[in-house]
């Protein structure tokens, strides 16, 4: 499924540099997260942890990764065949994300471990649904997971 339409919204797959669009619609673009991303990334993490009865397993003031060590994060996954960021955008900025962290060792290469967070105001429009499918998709498709 190309995109995915939802009331006022569409989601936009940008996974493999491919888009679609209709100008009359709010965009919601879902993509690889890219190193440039990485202060906007630190901003929703810090958001999705400061609110009420977040399942994040850090409490407000525990996410200290600074810009550059957030940057190499993602040049990391960026670089892994076995590990996907995926990130959520609405107005250029970030509303939800799925990551999908691969093993480093060669018995348990195929095995990913699964996050996922959207913003609180973005929830219950099927974007964590879209990411998702985005994520079974890539596993899908891959020669490792």
Not at 32 to 41: C, G, H, L, Q, T
Not at 67 to 85: C, G, P, T, V, W
Not at 100 to 121: D, E, Y
């Given at each position: 499924?190309?995109?995915?339409e939802l009331?006022?919204?569409k989601?936009?797959?940008?996974?493999?540099?491919k888009?679609l669009?209709?100008?009359?619609?709010?965009?919601?673009?879902?993509?690889?997260a890219?190193p440039?991303?990485?202060?906007?990334i630190?901003?929703?993490?810090?958001?999705?942890?400061?609110?009420?009865?977040s399942?994040l397993?850090?409490?407000e003031?525990?996410f200290?990764?600074?810009e550059?060590?957030?940057r190499?994060?993602?040049?990391?996954?960026?670089?892994?065949a076995?590990?996907?960021?995926l990130?959520?955008e609405?107005?250029?900025?970030i509303i939800?994300n799925?990551v999908?962290?691969?093993?480093?060792?060669?018995a348990?290469r195929?095995?990913?471990s699964?996050?996922m967070?959207v913003?609180?105001t973005?929830?219950?429009?099927?974007?964590?649904?879209?990411?998702?499918?985005q994520?079974?998709?890539?596993?899908?498709?891959?020669?490792?997971v």
């Amino acid at each position: 499924m190309p995109f995915l339409e939802l009331n006022q919204f569409k989601i936009i797959i940008n996974i493999n540099n491919k888009f679609l669009w209709d100008r009359n619609m709010a965009e919601i673009i879902i993509r690889k997260a890219i190193p440039d991303d990485s202060s906007k990334i630190i901003r929703f993490v810090n958001t999705i942890i400061s609110e009420p009865f977040s399942n994040l397993e850090m409490s407000e003031g525990e996410f200290l990764h600074t810009e550059k060590e957030e940057r190499k994060i993602l040049a990391d996954f960026h670089d892994s065949a076995n590990s996907l960021y995926l990130i959520a955008e609405f107005n250029n900025e970030i509303i939800g994300n799925l990551v999908c962290n691969g093993s480093n060792r060669r018995a348990s290469r195929h095995c990913v471990s699964i996050s996922m967070s959207v913003a609180k105001t973005y929830r219950g429009k099927g974007i964590g649904k879209e990411l998702m499918r985005q994520a079974i998709d890539w596993a899908r498709n891959s020669s490792i997971v």
